[in-house]
């Protein structure tokens, strides 16, 4: 029996990785995976992950694959040797974190040229034989930054976003086609995530004015909470994206946390927008002291 061939983008580290080796040890045998990374040279750790779980060596090929570069998709796709993929899963991205103003124009240009315009390279590349062949499954790693804006992820919030218009217009579009398009919205994983975000954490903060500065500490504390409490690891995601691609009829969304879903029904409930903006800045500054604008006096005036 035909293999299922699965084509992932950013296997180098966290999630990519993670569900490469999965999928490639999967003890049905059945799955066929190019792991494809912007650099072959930082394959070590998926080679060593590959063999720790015992993949079979012709159920896991590696592929130099840059997101950014049109050319290095398409040299990609030409030696996958089945001629075809059954499942794209486009995971490939970058971070941007800290105020607007101290992100330079090269590192937000970066994070939406990988994140947006790198997703649709890929797309475009494989969909005309997926539709030719009136088959395949589309899968996404799309994140809760693309369902809520946070703060101090604008860009990175809108790069997410931008994938949740991408893949919705394309599913309601594939459905004839037979092709299935999901997104795999995640929380927070423990990945090298953090470490690999564009221009460093925070970027420039001396750009940004003393107050901002001090609120983005606030959000760090937030954040570094949320992450120690909620996140998950890659292998427990992975699965996820095995739902999705064994599903007999994928659904448009998978979350791997149920825990931020009450915040997402309050963008649908109050679609004003009021409702979310207040709770998610309650939720990140709360802590605030009372004495500050944005603390316990300026939470009760926006009551
Ligand atoms: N970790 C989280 O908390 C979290 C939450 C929500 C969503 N996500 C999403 O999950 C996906 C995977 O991230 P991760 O958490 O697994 O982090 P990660 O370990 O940093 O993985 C990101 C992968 O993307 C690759 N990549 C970056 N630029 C690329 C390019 N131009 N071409 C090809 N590959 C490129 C990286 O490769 P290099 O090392 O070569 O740069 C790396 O392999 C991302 O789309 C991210 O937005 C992550």
Known sequence: MDRTVVLITGCSSGIGLHLA?????????????????????????LREAARSRGC?????????????????????????????????????GRGLLGPLEAQTASAVSAVLDVNVAGTLRVLRAFLPDMKRRRAGRIVVTGSMGGLMGMPFNAVYCA???????????????????????????CGPVRTAFQEKLEGGPGGALEHADAETRELF???????????REEAQDPEEVAELFLTALRAPRPALRYFSTE??????????????????????????????????????????GAR
């Open 21 to 45: 080796v999965r999928l490639a040890s999967d003890p049905s045998r059945s799955f066929k995976v190019y792991a494809t990374m912007r650099d072959l040279a930082a394959q070590g750790q």
């Open 259 to 300: 825990r931020f879903l009450p915040l997402l029904r309050l963008r649908v409930d109050d679609p004003s927008g009021r409702a979310y903006v207040a709770a998610m800045h309650q939720a990140v500054f709360s802590h605030l002291p009372a004495d500050h604008p944005d603390g316990a006096q300026g939470k009760a």
């Open 56 to 92: 079979p060596p012709d159920a896991l090929e590696t592929l130099q694959l840059d997101v950014r570069d049109a050319n290095s998709v398409a040299a990609a796709r030409a030696r996958v040797s089945e001629g075809r993929v059954d499942v794209l899963v486009c995971n490939a």
């Open 217 to 227: 500490s606030r959000y760090l504390c937030h954040w570094e909470g949320v992450f």
């Open 159 to 185: 790069s997410k976003f931008a994938l949740e218009g991408l893949c919705e217009s394309l599913a309601v579009l594939l459905l004839p086609f037979g092709i299935h398009v999901s997104l795999v919205e």
